[in-house]
């Protein structure tokens, strides 16, 4: 079985293992990488290639933005499947930063103070994204925050037009702002 490579960036040690040790419970994922800094990863993942990276805004040195952006200037072919889930504490439901992320190319946000009460959300929203489509409707926690652009309230009960589809390339037909991972 394939494993979806998940690597995690966040500076506090008992994030990174808790978040190691709720994605490892998943057979479909594997944590192939852990970094306390964006220096660090940014090092990390031209070699590891991860699909998936969770990551914290409040960094040292480099913080998430610069992070998201500096992913940017390193994006190549072998990468183009490479996704950005920002999981933060100052990712708080529909805050500022958060769109600040997704014009950056991050997928979703996740409050980082709701992982554990919420284990089965973060899990959920890490399997679509993975699988490249995210569905609003499946996603009505406060503890996460979608792209605006995802949907429109018009067609909120319309599972096509609700969804990231595909390598997150189609969101919303009438709108003619990118998606998340347009960027990427």
């Not at 660090?40 to 914290?56: C, N």
């Not at 933005?65 to 933060?88: G, N, T």
């Not at 708080?92 to 190319?105: L, N, S, T, Y």
């Not at 089965?120 to 605006?148: C, K, N, W």
């Amino acid at each position: 079985m394939k494993h979806t490579n998940v690597y995690i960036v966040d500076d506090s040690l008992t994030i990174r293992a808790m978040m190691q040790s709720l994605i490892e419970q998943d057979d479909a994922f594997e944590v192939c990488g852990l970094a306390a800094d964006a220096e660090q990863a940014l090092d990390d993942i031209s070699s590891m290639q991860p699909e998936i990276i969770l990551l914290d805004l409040a960094l040292p040195s480099v913080d998430g933005l610069a992070f998201l952006d500096r992913v940017q200037e390193l994006i190549h072919d072998p990468w183009a499947a490479m996704k950005v889930i920002v999981v933060s504490s100052s990712a708080k439901h529909d805050a500022p930063i958060c769109d600040d992320a997704f014009q950056r190319g991050a997928a979703a946000c996740f409050d980082k103070a709701r992982v554990c009460a919420q284990s089965e959300d973060f899990m959920s929203l890490l399997r679509e994204v993975s699988q490249g489509t995210v569905y609003r409707a499946h996603h009505l926690s406060e503890a996460i925050t979608l792209p605006s652009w995802l949907a429109t309230d018009d067609d909120a009960d319309q599972d096509d037009d609700d969804a990231l589809e595909g390598a997150f390339e189609i969101v919303d037909e009438d709108s003619d702002k990118p998606d998340a991972m347009t960027f990427i």
